[in-house]
């Protein structure tokens, strides 16, 4: 649950409002690209200075040089629509089942009580346990890959749902009380925009691990995908594809991330937190 | 006519709340609920909202037995508790989803201008100061239009100023439909101010201690001397209410001006 913690911590601290001024946005950007993109320079000037041996450590040109011809090729968008594809499928699947039972083990404390004791003791188990056995169950192709997926997405999920409905505020839902919202009407207008910040963080999370097991289970065995390039990027020693297939990983967890900050943001404006015009 | 007959409240670890409580408040009526701490006078306006249900006993209202919250009750919290992902103007209508949105607009609007927040009704609640935030709370039970209006000490959580112009503010919604109103406080000045009768409330188990009719016209003045009387009768009888340590014998109402010799 380390993991989990801090991809939290991460996602918690790039939830940032962006949108509300594109100066402030803008500059923040740049800050923040100031040490890769110089560490970048330093390393290619060293390189053409012959001040490094590059055989382990391609230069970024070299980089950019490999993504772009796999780019040019196709090749690179096969891999990458492989990835999103395995990722997308396991995340709807373990987010679905995770809110489902997240909202029903926290709205009944009877239901709790029967599940989460199962549950907890499941997520004790280190997913990349389960490997073996989903291979057996569902063979070597896609079918265990996005299991693997979908169990690394459903407890972050789960665990954030769970907790997000158990601390609604007694005193909002007995507003709804007083004015005699129906059960319906209750989970509708007060519990479901009560939880939706927690539970977002919750989803973005799940996200992230998605995107940790999509690596575990293409390098247990794919014929495309990024996580295929990195292994036959160790074993033909091409550490260029390796590093390129590092940061499409990095770009398309970035994009998948801010794809879900900006579908909530609309919902979720009336937030009053510290980060507010920051 | 809001009527509570005997109510006896147990909780199930034992604590002995409420013990016979026995009520009449007429239509109109402001009656204030007074009384130190632990003495039962925020269990009694709950169990009048419904929100709680009595182990003895009924409240109703016109003949109808309350036993869950009520469509002609309405209440205001210590605490404004608003829904923060919904504007004021949301907030407002929180409860008018059964009309149509012109009418409910209109009477939304009505409220704001009202409590002198006309053009607050797109601000989310987080931009509104306490006593703002209190005020949309107060007409959000109120564009409901209840026969009873409970308050559950509405404004000891503002500062001074701000509570005696949210207390002018109740005052004025009151006069526009005049709905029953019980209102729970532990402030002698705001039950002199507010109510037409004063109830004092005694703890452990809480019951009804003095029960103390306010006959000052109203606006009220708080510098003249009968209001300083008042205020006295009310502040002996509470007094009274605490250092009477056996709970056998004052099971009723007592004369206020009683109240010294306790």
């Keep these: ?278 | 006519m809001l009527k509570i007959d005997q109510i006896c409240k147990t909780y199930p670890n034992g604590t002995h709340a409420l013990e016979r409580i026995e009520l009449d408040v007429n239509e109109g009526e402001i009656v204030a609920l007074v009384g130190g701490s632990g003495c039962g006078k925020t269990t009694l306006l709950r169990m009048i909202s419904g929100l709680e249900r009595p182990s003895r006993g009924a409240v109703s209202l016109d003949g109808d037995v309350i036993e869950a919250p009520h469509p002609a009750v309405g209440i205001v919290f210590q605490e404004a508790r608003l829904l923060p992902w919904l504007t004021v103007s949301e907030n407002i209508a929180f409860g008018l989803d059964h009309l149509p949105k012109a009418q409910r607009d209109k009477r939304v609007d009505e409220a704001l201008l009202r409590v002198g927040l006309s053009g607050y009704g797109q601000r989310w609640p987080r931009e509104l100061s306490g006593g703002q935030a209190q005020r949309v709370s107060i007409v959000r039970a109120l564009v409901a239009q209840p026969k009873a209006l409970l308050l559950d000490e509405p404004f000891s959580a503002l500062d001074a100023l701000t509570r005696a112009s949210l207390q002018d503010h109740l005052l004025g919604l009151w006069d526009a439909h005049r709905p029953t109103m019980v209102l729970v406080t532990h402030d002698v000045e705001e039950a002199v101010l507010l109510a037409d009768r004063a109830i004092v409330l005694q703890p452990r188990p809480g019951r009804i201690f003095a029960d103390i009719p306010i006959e000052l016209p109203r606006p009220r003045d708080r510098l003249s001397p009968e209001f300083a009387e008042a205020k006295r009768v009310v502040m002996n009888a509470l007094d009274g209410s605490l250092s009477q340590p056996s709970p056998a014998k004052a099971g009723r109402a007592t004369q206020p001006s009683a109240g010294g010799s306790f």
């Excluded at chain 1, 009380?177 to 009560?194: D, G, M, Q, T």
């Design chain 1, 1 to 278: 649950m380390s993991e989990a913690g801090t991809l939290d911590r991460e996602t918690t601290a790039s939830a940032r409002p962006t949108g509300a001024r594109f100066a402030v946005f803008s500059s923040a950007f740049t800050v923040g690209l100031i040490l890769p993109l110089a560490t970048a320079l330093l390393y290619e000037a060293a390189f053409r200075l012959g001040l490094v041996q590059a055989r382990l450590l391609p230069p970024p040109s070299r980089i950019i040089a490999t993504l772009w011809e796999m780019a040019v090729t196709g090749e690179l968008a096969t891999h990458v629509i492989a990835t999103s594809l395995r990722v997308l499928i396991g995340f709807g699947i373990g987010s679905a089942v995770g809110m489902a039972l997240g909202a029903v083990t926290g709205s009944s404390a009877a239901a709790r009580r029967f599940l989460d004791p199962t549950l907890q003791a499941l997520r004790a188990i280190p997913s990349l346990a389960w490997v073996p056995l989903f291979i057996l169950w569902l063979g070597i192709f896609e079918g265990s890959k996005i299991a693997l997926i979908a169990v690394g997405v459903f407890f972050p999920v789960y665990l954030g749902v769970m907790g997000a409905i158990a601390n609604v505020d007694r005193k909002i839902v007995e507003v709804g009380r007083v004015f005699r919202l129906s059960r319906s009407a209750l989970a509708r207008r007060v519990l479901l925009p009560a939880i939706l910040p927690d539970s977002i963080i919750a989803i973005r999370s799940g996200l992230g691990l998605g995107f940790m097991f999509v690596v575990a289970a293409e390098l247990m065995g794919a014929s495309e995908g990024l996580g295929y390039l990195l292994l036959d990027g160790q074993q033909l020693g091409k550490p260029d594809q390796i590093l390129a297939a590092i940061i499409a990983f990095a770009v398309i967890g970035k994009l998948g991330d801010w794809l879900i900050v900006i579908a909530s943001k609309p919902f979720l404006s009336w937030q009053d937190t510290h980060q507010r015009g920051a």
